[in-house]
């Protein structure tokens, strides 16, 4: 199946912090990524839709501000949470779909804590 | 709004016995997905159904897929620990190439 690389797998950084986080495509080119964030025995929430070459579409509740999305090329997309804090703590995971597919291949998760 | 719900949140099951976990989307599906989450892993795709009607199975998880298409099963014989994770479905939205998740049915095994 196709592969969906994220990095970094885990991350610590303090309060008022930026992290931030990639998603690659290693063997398709995706024109759009998601984002997804899971609480703790919660379900996936989608944050946004990465769009290469133009801006993201974020979900209703989800600060733009906060969370950036950059989808600079066909294979990769970045998210970073600007400005941290501890209730930014969470499992986030990016997943894209191949042009030849409809199902979704999914990052690794990267576990942010925010201390 | 399109809506995908799932049942139940958790199920116990001892190791041996069965396991069912169900998706009803509040709109017709073209196809429904199901993944597995392992504890601490990412979601991996198991099978889509397109059919109405539609049954498949792989070893002992069978998937079904309404003659409606808005509702689907995924059912587990014989539970063994490798079985033990969150089993999420997933539809696409209408409007684009998002998918619409359930909420999930984490599947335990008693000790």
């Known amino acids: 199946g196709a592969v969906v690389s994220q990095h970094p797998s885990w991350v610590i950084c303090k309060s008022g912090t930026s992290v931030k986080i990639e998603c690659r495509s290693l063997d398709f080119q995706a024109t759009t990524m998601f984002w997804y964030r899971q609480f703790p025995k919660q379900s996936l929430m989608l944050m946004a839709t990465s769009n290469e070459g133009s801006k993201a579409t974020y979900e209703q509740g989800v600060e733009k501000d906060k969370f950036l999305i950059n989808h600079a090329s066909l294979t990769l997309s970045t998210l970073t949470v600007t400005s941290a804090h501890p209730e930014d703590s969470s499992f986030y995971i990016c997943?894209?779909?191949?042009?030849?597919?409809?199902?979704?291949?999914f990052g690794q998760g990267t576990r942010l804590t925010v201390v | 709004g399109q809506q995908v719900m799932q049942i139940p949140q958790y199920q116990h099951v001892q190791e041996g016995e069965d396991f069912t976990t169900y998706c009803n989307s509040s709109?017709?599906?073209?196809?429904i997905q199901w993944y597995k989450q392992r504890p601490g892993g990412h979601p991996v795709f198991l099978i889509q159904?397109?059919?109405s009607g539609e049954v498949k199975k792989q070893k002992r998880l069978t998937f079904q897929f309404g003659e409606a298409k808005k509702n689907s099963s995924l059912h587990i014989t014989a539970t063994q620990t490798t079985d033990v994770g969150t089993y999420f479905c997933a539809g696409p939205r209408d409007s684009n190439y998002q998918l619409i998740w359930g909420a999930g049915t984490k599947l335990i095994i008693k000790p």
């Open positions: 159904l397109v059919k």
């Open positions: 997943s894209a779909i191949p042009p030849t597919n409809t199902e979704a291949f």
């Open positions: 709109t017709t599906l073209s196809n």
